[in-house]
């Protein structure tokens, strides 16, 4: 593999630039940053919309009608957010360890199958919530055991973690089709379709009229809470961030490189695995070929997005599930593609690289 | 199911036509020492652009010109973000991969499912009529012959031209080639858009040839992290990148055969089979830089030393 690693995902400049004069200044300079990002993201696609003959208020209303107008709506909101969250919060581990990990869509496929090898067999005569809590111990080991695989790829056998990732990506969803399709095909006929629907009682809790499981969204949110712990007070994330910004310097400070790689690579798949065991438990009781829906792909644009900090993720995601979920109705009221959704997420990252390296120029310039 | 060895090698060849159009671009590309990892996207956004501009125009060449063009142009992207502003390549490349498929169904949506132009096969006369060789190599459509011709010329342009040696050293060494007078990141971005021309192309092959039409999905769908892999599998070597493209195609084309006699095994099985592969090829990279067998050495292939990373004038 490349001797030199492309650069790890984090923007040095902004965080090891010393403190500017006061605080909030800095403040400032980051709402104005993020206000140009926004505004550059949303009137490249605007003026897109405009070329196309396309009114961007119709498509914005269209998209606020299918996300957050509605209590339902929102609540199909929420079930993207879930999963988008803890995949998200899994990449944060790996990026502040300056590994790409692209394999994060395998680990949320291994999570699901994991969980789905527990749920398919009934409820075994064990109380429901016992199994389920069990299901998604499952998926967080199935997940974190594929991040361990790439990671032990990346260490013991030079395999750059993109590569591998994306490797063992297509490998997880070869393996989901063979499972569908092979061992835990549906009585009678083999479809793409998915396997049987899992028994009644272990379907995640989702109370009349709401389209979201409670429990899913409180996993969610306790594990955007400890990583934010883990990762912003505790010495294994200052080790994390050690070895993300100078792995060569790590040792120095008697820290091994590689285990905290390796520990970040599992908690980070074990969290995207989680996502995964949500997909079957809480929202589609079944495994499914997409049974990741792309969240994997899209967690690695909204770490992108917040530059691996911690405090914008958790805002990106409801953003982009908003988004993800408003865009369903596109082809409903428009008949437009849902695709759009997918543009202004794209756009939103690709600004943000543009304005910080614009930023950097116009600081190196003075 | 019975066929003969020669139409089983044409449809390696047919197959393999546009895998072998855009690894070469990402080859040059990566040999300037920028990862592209846009691929996957650029490739269906080309082909949905050289679909479109072929069915309203009526058109085949300007087809591909749009193709070819679309190509450049997220090509371009990549450059700007990724050459002329520092940032990192693989962030702006995984941006462009997803923003471009998204891009290429929105904007492909109204064209979906509908009858356009398609190249068709044009045996080149004499040469067609030869026994086997004929069928093999001279009785296909444009498209294929552009994949033959196009891997001579990437190896002559890459090792024989003077360009081509500037090429490898903005890859291998910026700073001497910065010392040479000449400004690496400009012959960066000169890499990036050619390659991205080729990818573009691969995409109108697609749309325009190979799986004509366009629709979601267009079925040309992972052919760009396929090629992103055998660039790797080739170790950075246009010919040994080619052959890695025929060497899947007739696995896949193989894996398709062999669902007769393996009934319980899924055609995607096959389908994902280049990974596991590209992976294994890594290890063997990796174990041969710590030993010197001769199967390793046979596979061994260096990345550009300055892969991924970057240059600033200090």
Request: aromatic share 8%; charged share 10%; with cysteine.
């Amino acid at each position: 593999m490349p001797s030199s690693p492309p650069e790890p995902p984090v923007n040095r400049q902004t965080h090891n630039r010393p403190m500017s004069p006061s605080a909030a200044r800095h403040h400032l300079g980051s709402l104005a940053k993020f206000l140009v990002i926004a505004l550059l993201a949303l009137g490249t696609v605007s003026l897109l919309l405009l070329a196309l003959g396309i009114s961007p208020a119709t498509i914005a209303i269209t998209l606020a009608k299918g996300s957050i107008l509605s209590w339902q709506k929102f609540g199909h909101v929420l079930s993207i957010f879930s999963p988008l969250l803890l995949a998200s919060c899994g990449l944060l581990f790996t990026f502040r360890a300056g590994l790409w990990n692209i394999g994060v869509e395998g680990q949320v496929v291994l999570g699901a199958i994991a969980a789905t090898a527990l749920l398919r067999q009934g409820s075994l005569g064990l109380p429901p919530g016992l199994v389920l809590c069990a299901a998604m111990l499952l998926a967080f080991v199935g997940g974190g055991l594929w991040g361990a695989l790439a990671g032990w790829l990346k260490h013991r056998g030079g395999v750059n973690e993109i590569f591998g990732g994306l490797g063992l990506n297509f490998v997880a969803q070869g393996l989901i089709l063979w499972l569908i399709l092979g061992p835990w095909k549906r009585a009678g006929i083999a479809s793409m379709s998915g396997t049987d629907m899992f028994a009644r009682e272990l379907w995640m809790y989702t109370p009349p009229g709401w389209r979201v499981a409670p429990a899913a969204l409180a996993l969610a949110l306790a594990a955007l809470l400890l990583s934010a712990l883990l990762l912003l007070s505790t010495r294994f994330g200052l080790r994390v961030r050690a070895v993300g910004l100078n792995p060569l310097a790590a040792p120095l400070f008697a820290i091994n490189p590689a285990r905290t790689a390796l520990a970040a690579m599992i908690l980070g798949g074990g969290l995207a695995g989680l996502a995964g065991g949500l997909q079957v438990a809480a929202v589609y009781h079944r495994l499914l070929p997409p049974i990741s829906s792309g969240y994997g792909y899209l967690a690695l644009l909204v770490v992108m997005l917040a530059n691996s900090r911690v405090s914008p993720v958790a805002p990106i995601c409801l953003f982009f599930a908003a988004l993800a979920a408003g865009a369903i109705q596109l082809p409903i009221a428009l008949q437009l593609d849902s695709a759009l959704s997918g543009v202004i997420q794209g756009s939103c990252v690709l600004s943000a690289l543009f304005v910080h390296g614009w930023r950097q120029r116009l600081r190196e310039a003075r | 199911m019975e066929i003969s060895l020669a139409t089983f090698l044409a449809a390696v060849a047919a197959m393999s036509a546009p895998v072998i159009l855009a690894a070469l671009g990402e080859t040059l590309t990566e040999k300037a020492g920028v990862v592209n990892l846009s691929l996957d996207g650029a490739i269906l956004l080309s082909a949905m652009a050289g679909f479109v501009v072929a069915s309203s125009s009526a058109s085949l060449p300007l087809g591909f010109a749009a193709s070819a063009f679309t190509g450049c142009l997220v090509a371009a992207v990549l450059a700007l973000i990724g050459v002329s502003l520092h940032q990192s390549q693989v962030a702006a490349g995984f941006a462009l991969t997803f923003l471009c498929r998204d891009l290429a169904y929105f904007l492909g949506h109204p064209y979906a499912r509908q009858q356009g132009p398609q190249l068709t096969t044009l045996p080149i006369p004499g040469l067609a009529d030869l026994p086997f060789f004929g069928e093999v190599l001279f009785s296909h459509s444009l498209v294929v012959y552009a994949s033959f011709l196009a891997i001579p010329c990437c190896l002559l342009f890459l090792y024989r031209s003077r360009w081509g040696l500037m090429l490898r050293c903005a890859g291998e060494n910026p700073e001497a080639c910065w010392a040479r007078g000449i400004d690496p990141n400009r012959v960066r971005i000169a890499a990036v858009v050619a390659g991205g021309a080729l990818v573009g192309l691969a995409g109108g092959a697609f749309s325009l040839a190979v799986k004509p039409g366009w629709g979601q999905p267009q079925g040309c769908e992972g052919i760009g992290w396929i090629a992103l892999a055998l660039v790797i599998f080739g170790g950075w070597k246009p010919l040994r990148v080619a052959l890695g493209a025929y060497f899947f195609a007739t696995l896949q084309l193989l894996g398709i055969h062999f669902q007769d006699a393996f009934p319980t095994v899924p055609a995607q099985i096959f389908q994902v089979a280049p990974f596991p592969l590209m992976i294994f090829t890594l290890i063997l990279i990796h174990a041969s830089r710590q030993s010197r067998g001769r199967l390793s050495r046979l596979l061994a292939g260096n990345a550009p030393k300055w892969l991924g990373r970057a240059y600033r004038r200090s």
